[in-house]
């Protein structure tokens, strides 16, 4: 809208040129200042990830979500190459979910090199004349999903449930799918593995088994990836590698915060 006004003034002579593009620049400047404050003032007064809470201060929540989790594929792979596990606080207990879900993702990684040699090898590129370019497009974006995938197995290998002070964080990935303060757990039951009813937050893995179920002393706000869609649950269904261990871990933590 103001390049508009200013071409407009421009145009009819009430301004000349050096003017106008002196004015656009100072106004950038002025809204990139704007911006970076309130980027700053959002990452201050946050206690948890200050670059997250700074991109869901400055971008739309699904945009924001997309460039968060982009970054975070990437910040998991590099805390896999070290040998490092994320965590919230040093103190916090982790309950790690990952440990079979390996041979999975390495099949698919598999099944995405096939592809991409096949595809790149086979179809017959060079008839496509000026749209030979494509070869390479394709290329590009199998090769990233391959990368894509192997950083998604690192985030949940790297990225484990926690037991904080406070809070049950419930994770998938690097992406947080709950917040549980400990007061408000009523229990916490180890069990076969199996399938759950709707009546339940199912946060199991790609077969959708679980083998812990958590039952909530009041409801507590589920949202989705996108934050756009939410949901008030009061029961959750967790894959777990070690459900007896991670069932009294979490006992443990309730019983720790509630007075004797």
Do not use: K
């Not at 979500?65 to 590099?78: F, H, P, T």
């Not at 079979?100 to 008839?127: D, K, N, T």
């Not at 916490?188 to 199991?204: F, I, K």
């Not at 088994?209 to 989705?224: A, Q, Y």
């Amino acid at each position: 809208m103001l390049i508009a006004v200013e071409a407009a003034l421009v145009i009819g002579g009430r301004i000349d040129l050096g003017t106008a593009v002196a004015a656009l620049v100072a106004v950038e400047v002025i809204l990139g200042a704007a911006i970076l404050a309130l980027a700053w003032r959002a990452a201050r007064t946050h206690d948890g990830d200050r670059v997250a809470a700074a991109a869901r201060a400055l971008l739309p929540g699904p945009v924001a979500a997309v460039i968060l989790l982009e970054l975070g594929q990437i910040r998991a792979l590099w805390l896999l190459v070290r040998r490092r596990i994320h965590t919230e606080h040093r103190e916090d207990t982790t309950i790690s979910y990952a440990a079979g879900r390996g041979s999975v993702y390495l099949m698919v990684v598999a099944v995405c090199l096939i592809e991409l040699f096949a595809v790149h090898l086979i179809v017959p590129w060079q008839r496509l004349g000026t749209w030979s370019w494509l070869q390479w497009l394709a290329l590009t974006l199998s090769a990233y999903a391959v990368v894509w995938i192997l950083a998604w197995w690192a985030a949940q290998r790297t990225h484990p449930h926690l037991i904080t002070d406070e809070e049950l964080i419930l994770r998938n990935g690097t992406l947080v799918a709950l917040r549980v303060p400990l007061e408000q757990i009523q229990a916490a039951r180890p069990r076969r593995r199996g399938q759950v009813t709707d009546e339940r937050l199912n946060l199991g893995g790609p077969g959708g088994g679980t083998n812990i179920d958590i039952d909530l002393d009041e409801p507590v706000t589920w949202r989705s990836f996108t934050g756009r869609r939410e949901r008030q649950i009061s029961a959750i269904a967790l894959e777990v590698d070690d459900p007896a261990t991670s069932a009294q871990e979490i006992i443990t933590a309730i019983r720790s915060r509630r007075p004797h």
